[in-house]
C-alpha cells in the first residue's frame, strides 16, 4: 500500500500535516514506539505510529524526525491521546526531512490504524503473489515445468501463509511436511473426501487441534473424474474469510497444483504402456526373456527419475503383485488411486488395467507392501467411497524371478477373493491366507454361504433376539477356547453352569453337539461367514 490510501475513503480518520508530495511512498509495515532513538529497530518501509512521549522539548522532535528518516520510515503518524494536538515544531521537522506526518485523532487507536494497514499489505502482497502463481501455472503448463515446493515456500516467506498438496491417502506432494502430522494429514483428506461425495461445493473446511484448514481440489485429467484421485491443496485458514485478492491467490495456486497433477499423468503414459503389456504378456503365459525385457525397461525409466544405473530384471531379488478391484466406481479410478498410492517418488510400480481393475507389479525390497501396510495406506479412502463403493485388493508373495510372475498373479487374484468375502469399503488379503480355510470359503458361491450359515445358525440368532440370551457371543468364545469350560467361563465372567446351560440350549437349538469336532469346525466356519 501507498501512504495515501490511509486517507482515502474506508481508512481511519488520519489528518495530513506535512510532505504531501511524498504520499507514494510504499508502505511495508507499521512500527509502534516512544523511544528517543528507534532507528536500530527500522528496517525500511515502515509507517512509524507514536504518542509522542519521547519529545521533552523542540530539539527533540528535530533528533526524532531525522533519526527515523535516517532508519527508511516512509511516514510518521502522530497520536493526540496523549499530549495533545501535533505541535508545531514537529510538523516543521518533518517538513524538512519530507516526511509524511499524519495527526491520529484521539478517538482512534493506534490498533485500528495496525490492523488497517496489515490488511492493506497483505491484500497487496497477495495480488503480488497471486500473479507470480498464475504466471508459474501458465509456465507449467507451457513448459512442463516442475516447482511446487519453491512456490509454497515464497507463499510461506511472504505470507506466512503455509500450504501442502497432499495425494488422497495422505501422502504430501509438496509444501512443509514437518509442519503437518501424519494424523493431521490423515483428517484433512478424509475430510475432503466426504465433502466431495456429498458434493459440497469447495473450498471445504476442516478445524483440527492446530486451528482451521481450506482444503480445495487440484483435478486429476479427465478421463478420471473422480475424487478418489485428486491431490488436495491444504491451505492453513478459513479462505472463506480472506479478502478478494487473497482468495484469488489461492484459486491460482489450485490451478497450479492441478497442471502440476496433469503434468506428471502425462509423464506417466509411458510407464503406463509398458504395464500394460506385462500385463498382456502375463496373461499368456510368454517367455521370461520377454517379461524380463519389460522390467528392465521399467528399471531404465525409474532409473532417469532417481540417477542410478537402471537393474536388470535379476538384480531385483523378487517381485510382488497386487490385484485390484473396485465397485461402485467410475472406471479408471483403482489404477489411478493405486499409481498415486505405490508411486511415490521412484514411480517403480507398474500398474495396468482397465475398467474396475488393475494389477500391480513392483520390487519387493524397493516397496515391501505387506497386506497390513497397504490396507493402513489405503484406509483414508473409505471417507470418499460411499455406502456402495469398495476396492478390494489381494497381494502375492514375492516371486523370486521373472517367470514367477504369472503364478504371483494367480495368487494374487486368489488372495483379492478372500478380501472381497470380507465386509468393509477398503479389504485387503495377503498370501498368508492363502493356506487357511478362508480360501474354500471365498470360492463357495454366495447362495450355498448363506444357505449353510443360516441352517447353523438362524434359530440361534432368533433365540438371542427374543430373549437376550447372547448365545451367539457364548459360541465364538467357547469355540475360542477350544472347548475349554473353565477358560470360556473365565472369559464370559459366568459360572460355568450358566455356561453349560447356554451351550446346552445352543444344541438343542441346532441338534448339534458341541463335543464333537466335525460340529465345532461347521460352527466356526458359519460364524466367519457371519
Given at each position: 500500500m501507498?501512504?495515501?490510501?490511509?486517507?482515502a475513503p474506508g481508512a481511519p480518520r488520519l489528518r495530513l500535516l506535512a510532505a504531501e508530495e511524498e504520499l507514494d511512498r510504499q508502505v511495508s509495515g507499521v512500527m509502534t514506539t516512544d523511544l528517543h532513538d528507534p532507528g536500530r529497530y527500522l528496517h525500511g518501509g515502515e509507517l512509524?505510529?507514536?504518542?509522542?512521549?519521547?519529545?521533552?522539548?523542540?530539539?527533540?522532535?528535530?533528533?526524532?524526525?531525522?533519526?527515523?528518516?535516517?532508519?527508511?520510515?516512509?511516514?510518521?503518524?502522530?497520536?493526540?491521546?496523549?499530549?495533545?494536538?501535533?505541535?508545531?515544531?514537529l510538523v516543521e521537522a518533518c517538513r524538512r526531512h519530507r516526511m509524511p506526518l499524519l495527526a491520529v485523532p484521539d478517538d482512534i487507536a493506534f490498533g485500528t490504524v495496525t490492523e488497517f494497514i496489515g490488511r492493506q499489505v497483505s491484500a497487496d502482497r497477495a495480488a503480488d503473489l497471486a500473479a507470480l502463481v498464475d504466471r508459474h501455472r501458465l509456465l507449467v503448463s507451457a513448459a512442463g515445468g516442475g516447482g511446487l515446493d519453491a512456490v509454497l515456500?515464497?507463499?510461506?516467506?511472504?505470507?506466512?501463509?503455509?500450504?501442502?498438496?497432499?495425494?488422497?491417502?495422505?501422502?504430501?506432494?509438496?509444501?512443509?511436511?514437518?509442519?503437518?502430522?501424519?494424523?493431521?494429514?490423515?483428517?484433512?483428506?478424509?475430510a475432503h473426501l466426504a465433502a466431495q461425495r456429498?458434493?459440497?461445493?469447495?473450498?471445504?473446511?476442516?478445524r483440527l487441534a492446530g486451528g482451521a484448514y481450506s482444503?480445495?481440489?487440484?483435478?486429476?485429467?479427465?478421463?478420471?473424474?473422480?475424487?478418489?484421485?485428486?491431490?488436495?491443496?491444504?491451505?492453513?485458514?478459513?479462505?472463506?474469510?480472506?479478502?478478494?485478492?487473497?482468495?484469488?491467490?489461492?484459486?491460482?495456486?489450485?490451478?497450479?497444483?492441478?497442471?502440476?497433477?496433469?503434468?506428471?499423468?502425462?509423464?506417466?503414459?509411458?510407464?503406463?504402456?509398458?504395464?500394460?503389456?506385462?500385463?498382456?504378456?502375463?496373461?499368456?503365459?510368454?517367455?521370461p526373456a520377454e517379461i524380463s525385457r519389460t522390467l528392465y525397461a521399467s528399471s531404465a525409466m525409474a532409473a532417469r527419475y532417481e540417477s542410478h544405473e537402471p537393474k536388470s530384471p535379476a538384480q531385483d531379488a523378487s517381485w510382488l503383485v497386487l490385484s485390484a478391484e473396485g465397485t461402485g466406481l467410475p472406471e479408471g479410478t483403482v489404477r489411478a488411486v493405486l499409481e498415486e498410492a505405490l508411486g511415490g517418488t521412484s514411480d517403480r510400480a507398474l500398474?495396468?488395467?482397465?475398467?474396475?481393475?488393475?494389477?500391480?507389479?513392483?520390487?519387493a525390497l524397493d516397496s515391501p507392501v505387506p497386506a497390513d501396510t497397504l490396507r493402513e495406506l489405503l484406509a483414508p479412502l473409505e471417507a470418499g467411497l460411499g455406502s456402495e463403493g469398495r476396492i478390494t485388493l489381494g497381494v502375492s508373495a514375492p516371486a523370486s524371478e521373472a517367470g514367477g510372475l504369472r503364478g504371483a498373479l494367480e495368487e494374487a487374484r486368489h488372495a483379492r477373493r478372500i478380501a472381497a468375502a470380507r465386509v468393509g469399503r477398503v479389504c485387503v488379503a495377503g498370501p498368508e491366507e492363502l493356506a487357511s480355510h478362508v480360501l474354500l470359503l471365498a470360492a463357495v458361491p454366495d447362495e450355498v454361504r448363506r444357505a449353510f450359515r443360516s441352517r447353523l445358525l438362524d434359530k440361534v440368532i432368533a433365540y438371542d433376539i427374543e430373549h437376550q440370551a447372547d448365545l451367539?457371543?457364548?459360541?465364538?468364545a467357547f469355540l475360542r477356547s477350544d472347548g475349554s469350560w473353565t477358560r470360556c467361563a473365565g472369559q464370559l465372567h459366568v459360572h460355568v453352569n450358566t455356561l453349560r446351560y447356554r451351550i446346552g440350549r445352543i444344541e438343542e437349538l441346532t441338534g448339534r453337539d458341541l463335543s464333537r469336532l466335525e460340529d465345532r469346525v461347521d460352527f466356526y466356519l458359519a460364524l466367519e461367514l457371519a
Open positions: 501507498r501512504v495515501r490510501d490511509l486517507l512509524v505510529l507514536t504518542g509522542m512521549l519521547w519529545r521533552g522539548g523542540p530539539a527533540d522532535s528535530e533528533r526524532f524526525v531525522r533519526t527515523i528518516a535516517a532508519g527508511g520510515a516512509v511516514a510518521l503518524a502522530a497520536g493526540e491521546a496523549e499530549v495533545g494536538p501535533v505541535p508545531e515544531d515456500d515464497l507463499l510461506g516467506g511472504d505470507l506466512d501463509l503455509d500450504c501442502w498438496v497432499l495425494t488422497p491417502t495422505g501422502a504430501v506432494i509438496a509444501g512443509p511436511a514437518d509442519r503437518l502430522t501424519a494424523e493431521d494429514r490423515d483428517q484433512l483428506v478424509r456429498q458434493r459440497r461445493r469447495p473450498p471445504h473446511r476442516a482444503l480445495l481440489p487440484a483435478a486429476a485429467s479427465a478421463e478420471h473424474e473422480a475424487p478418489l484421485v485428486d491431490w488436495v491443496l491444504a491451505v492453513a485458514g478459513d479462505v472463506t474469510e480472506w479478502t478478494t485478492k487473497r482468495q484469488q491467490l489461492a484459486e491460482n495456486l489450485a490451478r497450479l497444483v492441478a497442471a502440476e497433477r496433469h503434468r506428471r499423468d502425462e509423464g506417466r503414459r509411458l510407464r503406463r504402456r509398458l504395464a500394460d503389456e506385462l500385463l498382456a504378456l502375463l496373461r499368456r503365459d510368454a517367455d500398474v495396468a488395467g482397465a475398467g474396475n481393475g488393475a494389477v500391480v507389479v513392483l520390487p451367539v457371543r457364548t459360541l465364538e
